[in-house]
Every structure is written in C-alpha cells, then in structure tokens.
C-alpha cells in the first residue's frame, strides 16, 4: 500500500489592526486551489491591536491565534515559526490578498529538499491611484532580470523582491535561517531574504505568484512615513559587513548619494540668499538628477514616460526619508498605519 504523505502549508500572519482586512484575506484563503495531497493552517500573531482584530480573528476560524501585546514585528514573525506546523511556511499581511493559483504556483518549489525561498512583489488594488501604480512599477522594474525573464522564475538578486507580503518557503530554509533577527524595528523580511541568499539557499522571484495589496500608502504624506518606517541603519550595516556591499546595497549607495546631493542643495540655496545670485543654485542639479535617473531607468525599462515626473517624486521622498533616519533623526517611528 502506497502512502502519500500530506503536505501542509503554515499561512502565518503578523497584524495589528486590520480587522477590517481580514475576512477578505480568509476568503481568499479559503478560496485557493488547492494541489494533491496539500492542505493549509492559519496562524495569527496580533502585535496589540485596539480594533477588535483578534475578536475577529476568532470569528473568522483562525487555527491558531497569538497575542504578544508591544511586540516588535521580528519577535512576532518567530512566534509564529514557533507555533507552526507546516511541511512548508508563508508569510502574508493581513491586508493582502493572494490569487487562488497561489499555492499551487509555489507548491513545486516547496517540495524541493534544498533550503528554498520564493516571493514577488505585491500589486497594488485595481482602484489604486498613481502612487500606488508607480511605486509597483519601481518593484516590478528595479530587478533587470525580470525584463528578461517575462513570467518565468529567475534567481538572480531575487532577494530584492522579497518581503513578507508574499513569502513562502520550506522547512529546509529553516535549517540555514533559523529565524528573523529581532534586532530589527523593521526591515526583518528583507534581512531575512538576503541572509538566506548569503546561506546558499535557492532564492527564487516568481512572477506568476501574485498577491494584491490592498494597504498600499495612498497618499504622499503615507508613502513618506512609511519609507521612513522601513528604513534601518542596523539592517544597512548587516548587509555592508556580509556582502561587503557587492549585494544588496542599492538603498545604501542611493541613500548616500541623495544626502550629498541634499547637502549641496541646501549650500546652494543658502549661499543664493547670501550672496543674491543664481549661480549657486546649479548645486540643486545634482538632487534633480540622483532622483530623475533612476526614474528616468525605470520608465524605460517599463516603457512608460509618465513615470519619470511621478517617480521622481516618489524618490526624492524616498531618499529624504532614508536620509533622516540614516543621520538618526528620528530615533521614535511607530508604525506608519498607526498614524493613518
């Protein structure tokens, strides 16, 4: 007699009041195609939500509900390996949606005995505004072997496209990353990711595993706090001293060159004022340019002209945003949403 051994997938879930997210999200789930001999569980790590999320949690049917009160983000993430009991593991947001061919997409890849990691890029809603559609053309974009790939799977710094919004993985990934480094505020995921790329694990962007997220910032003043957010000295510092900064460093180097250019800019329109002359105002060209070249790189990679005036924007925001946390100046970030 033939045994055929069951596969579970461990859909974790990290939230802090997104009542209003989640049955969205569990009918999604509850909506997926489910491959041969695959199942899944559900497991929710609520970080102190004050909207009744876990209330809704429960209503819902969540197979497993933690509460950790004031947890950072990274501590929760653990909590959940912890708790899970998958052959294979996945991370979502409470506000996204994955599309019902999800696991089956991923399912091939699971099953490899090698330590793997798979993810891509979230879209944005349908409804999504310009922001929100220019920002996921920076992600769909901003690895060049995606231009070349179509929808085809490639490795190369596909670290870059993984965060936890669509993450999944083995157990084997486990025994090369054990965990998510609770050091971190933010920017666990991507240090996660690459540390795994650094392990030797096959770390794979798939094209066809579409999640939709439906939190995406609307607004300039949202996109900026959550740039700010997410941007982490500690985690630059973890990148630079493993890779030497021949991988993963693109935010660094563009963060550093945007704060030059900020400074002379700053020279340069104070020594107009001084001196009552245009001349120096030249030294503003150097900020136009660290931001409108790689919009300029994006657009054409999406063919797309209209992307160059809105990205940008959305880099200038960018490199102010990774700029003041780079220079410590803002020691205190709650989370973007909490100020929504």
Known sequence: MTVVRQNILSVMVVALNEARNLPRLLAALADLELP??????????????TDGTPDVARELGVGTLLSLPGASIPVCRNAALQAARGTALAFLDGDCLPAPDWLAVAAP????????LLG?????????????????????HKNNAAQNAALAPFDRDAFRLITTRNMLFNRALLQVV?????????????????????????????????VTHLGEPATLQDYYRQQLWHANRRAYATILKSSGGKRGANAIYFTLAFLGCLFLAVAGLLAAL???????????????????????????????????????????????????????????????????
Do not use: C, M
Not at 120 to 140: E, T, Y
């Open 178 to 210: 054990p965990r998510f480094d609770e050091q971190l505020v933010t920017g666990e995921d991507t240090d996660f990711a690459f540390r795994a790329t650094e392990a030797g694990a096959h770390v794979l962007a798939l094209p066809t595993l579409v």
């Open 36 to 49: 041969p001999t695959w199942s899944f569980e559900t497991i929710l790590v609520d970080g102190g939500s």
């Open 120 to 140: 891509f890029p979230v879209r944005p809603p349908a409804s999504g505004n310009w922001i929100q559609r220019a920002w996921h053309a920076h992600w769909q």
């Open 274 to 340: 001084i001196f009552l002359s245009w001349w120096p105002l030249l030294l503003l060209l150097p900020l136009l340019l660290v931001t409108a070249a790689p919009a300029l790189l994006i657009a054409l990679r999406a063919r797309s002209a209209l992307l160059i005036p809105r990205l940008s924007v959305l880099y200038f925001l960018y490199g102010l945003a990774r700029s003041i946390d780079f220079l410590g100046l803002a020691p205190e970030k709650p989370s973007w949403k909490s100020s929504r």
């Open 109 to 116: 890849h699971l099953l490899s005995p090698v330590p793997t």
